[in-house]
């Protein structure tokens, strides 16, 4: 387990900001959920005002747009294993953002423009809105990996293959905004906020694929990913579901969420590989993500 920020080379689509090869359980994972983590706004006003132009330009053709909360990914504090009685630990440092200026932001035409030219990630793109996604490598009893070929109506990727996730979600919680009358208990807000991280992925899972919350067991973070592409930071999970790859392809036509894709793929490694360099590159980073953990139980 280590941090990756200096593993992945520029040529790469996507950049490894923290590698679990060994998995972490819910106990090994925490959050500091904090304003200090929100985005900064960046110093060019013409560049500010381009997230509110943006937004406006996409509302207006297509009015169902809605704002949604989501957790902005800070930065994230490592402590490896350092004595025999000692778990490896991840902390993610969170703070808040919304739907709107990650379209204005990392979605804008401009985004290269919001980076500062830094070697700290976070420093890198404190301007960004750098929402935290989420994506499941879903094991099937069968040892196949579920793989989803994104509908042509989504909003970012149409077609592309990709792992079954979303966002964690900050109104699952309570959070709507920092100064909400509920946020008293931090301690507890935060413990609420890592329980979310495990929770939100088995709820994508659920409603994407329409297999039932209980087939699903043995779920570790594995780390953390950020395509190069507009800076787009998704953790990633492993999971074992107790169902056979047919059981499941019989549930996923009438998953929740299926308008979201258009197909499942039910697959072995070796096909996993070649799919993964046709997902979107945080995707990609939660495949090699997840080669590092199959690797990493080979030499146990």
């Given at each position: 387990?280590?941090?990756?920020?200096?593993?992945?080379?520029?040529?790469?689509?996507?950049?490894?900001?923290?590698?679990?090869?060994?998995?972490?359980?819910?106990?090994?994972?925490?959050?500091?959920?904090?304003?200090?983590?929100?985005?900064?706004?960046?110093?060019?006003?013409?560049?500010?005002?381009?997230?509110?132009?943006?937004?406006?330009?996409?509302?207006?053709?297509?009015?169902?747009?809605?704002?949604?909360?989501?957790?902005?990914?800070?930065?994230?504090?490592?402590?490896?294993?350092?004595?025999?009685?000692?778990?490896?630990?991840?902390?993610?440092?969170?703070?808040?953002?919304?739907?709107?200026?990650?379209?204005?932001?990392?979605?804008?035409?401009?985004?290269?423009?919001?980076?500062?030219?830094?070697?700290?990630?976070?420093?890198r793109c404190q301007?960004?809105?750098?929402?935290?996604?989420?994506?499941?490598?879903?094991?099937?009893?069968?040892?196949?990996?579920?793989?989803?070929?994104?509908?042509?109506?989504?909003?970012?990727?149409?077609?592309?293959?990709?792992?079954?996730?979303?966002?964690?979600?900050?109104?699952?919680?309570?959070?709507?905004?920092?100064?909400?009358?509920?946020?008293?208990?931090?301690?507890?807000?935060?413990?609420?906020?890592?329980?979310?991280?495990?929770?939100?992925?088995?709820?994508?899972?659920?409603?994407?694929?329409?297999?039932?919350?209980?087939?699903?067991?043995?779920?570790?973070?594995?780390?953390?990913?950020?395509?190069?592409?507009?800076?787009?930071?998704?953790?990633?999970?492993?999971?074992?579901?107790?169902?056979?790859?047919?059981?499941?392809?019989?549930l996923y036509s009438?998953?929740?969420?299926?308008?979201?894709?258009?197909?499942?793929?039910?697959?072995?490694?070796?096909?996993?590989?070649?799919?993964?360099?046709?997902?979107?590159?945080?995707?990609?980073?939660?495949?090699?993500?997840?080669?590092?953990?199959?690797?990493?139980?080979?030499?146990?």
């Amino acid at each position: 387990m280590e941090n990756a920020e200096t593993a992945e080379t520029e040529t790469k689509p996507y950049k490894l900001l923290l590698s679990c090869p060994s998995g972490l359980s819910p106990s090994q994972v925490s959050v500091v959920f904090d304003e200090l983590y929100d985005r900064v706004p960046h110093p060019d006003i013409n560049l500010e005002r381009s997230i509110s132009e943006i937004w406006d330009q996409r509302v207006q053709k297509n009015p169902s747009l809605y704002n949604g909360t989501k957790f902005r990914y800070g930065h994230h504090m490592w402590h490896g294993e350092s004595g025999a009685n000692q778990e490896s630990h991840a902390c993610l440092h969170l703070g808040l953002t919304d739907y709107r200026t990650f379209v204005g932001t990392n979605l804008n035409p401009l985004w290269e423009k919001f980076l500062v030219s830094s070697e700290d990630d976070a420093i890198r793109c404190q301007h960004s809105s750098s929402p935290l996604g989420n994506g499941a490598i879903v094991e099937t009893s069968d040892k196949n990996i579920l793989v989803l070929q994104r509908s042509h109506n989504v909003g970012e990727f149409p077609g592309h293959f990709v792992f079954p996730g979303g966002h964690p979600e900050p109104q699952e919680i309570g959070i709507v905004s920092h100064d909400h009358k509920d946020l008293t208990d931090f301690k507890l807000l935060n413990k609420k906020a890592s329980q979310e991280m495990f929770d939100s992925i088995v709820r994508e899972v659920v409603e994407e694929i329409g297999v039932p919350s209980d087939s699903l067991y043995e779920q570790v973070f594995i780390g953390i990913s950020r395509r190069e592409l507009n800076v787009r930071p998704a953790a990633f999970f492993f999971m074992k579901c107790s169902l056979s790859s047919k059981e499941i392809q019989q549930l996923y036509s009438t998953a929740q969420d299926s308008f979201e894709s258009t197909q499942l793929y039910t697959v072995p490694m070796i096909e996993l590989e070649n799919m993964a360099s046709k997902m979107p590159g945080c995707h990609e980073g939660g495949f090699a993500l997840y080669k590092l953990m199959v690797e990493a139980g080979k030499n146990v």
